[in-house]
């Protein structure tokens, strides 16, 4: 099992971008895809991004145009950028590794809080 960490999170005024990283305690090369999701107070967890070991990238309609999601493999890190934020951005973001399935296989981490100012 794959343990995750995030960071990068941080307060930003509307407009502003952040950079998260997810780093993995292993190899990430033979997961299917990683994903980053984000959790609002009283709200359920969402996918936001997402990226298949093939390169093949996926958004939330709400992030398209604004975030972009990357690996490195050589640092078993994937990042979110996320630029142009805004104040419905504002959550608890955290990453895991996906299945053929769609389901999360790691254990949810601490995530890393990122907040947009009004």
């Known amino acids: 099992q794959v343990q995750l960490v995030e960071s990068g999170g941080g307060l930003v005024q509307p407009g502003g971008s952040l950079r998260l990283s997810c780093t993995a305690s292993?190899?990430?090369?033979?997961?299917?895809?990683m994903g980053w999701y984000r959790q609002a107070p009283g709200k359920q967890r969402e996918l936001v991004a997402r990226?298949?070991?093939?390169?093949?990238?996926n958004y939330a309609d709400s992030v398209k145009g604004r975030f972009t999601i990357s690996r490195d493999n050589a640092k078993n890190t994937v990042y979110l950028q996320m630029n142009s934020l805004k104040p419905e951005d504002t959550a608890v973001y955290f990453c895991?590794?996906?299945?053929?399935?769609?389901?999360?296989?790691?254990?949810w981490g601490q995530g890393t809080q990122v907040t947009v100012s009004s």
């Open positions: 990226i298949r070991s093939t390169g093949t990238t």
């Open positions: 895991n590794a996906v299945d053929v399935f769609g389901s999360t296989r790691a254990s």
């Open positions: 292993r190899s990430i090369f033979g997961i299917y895809a």
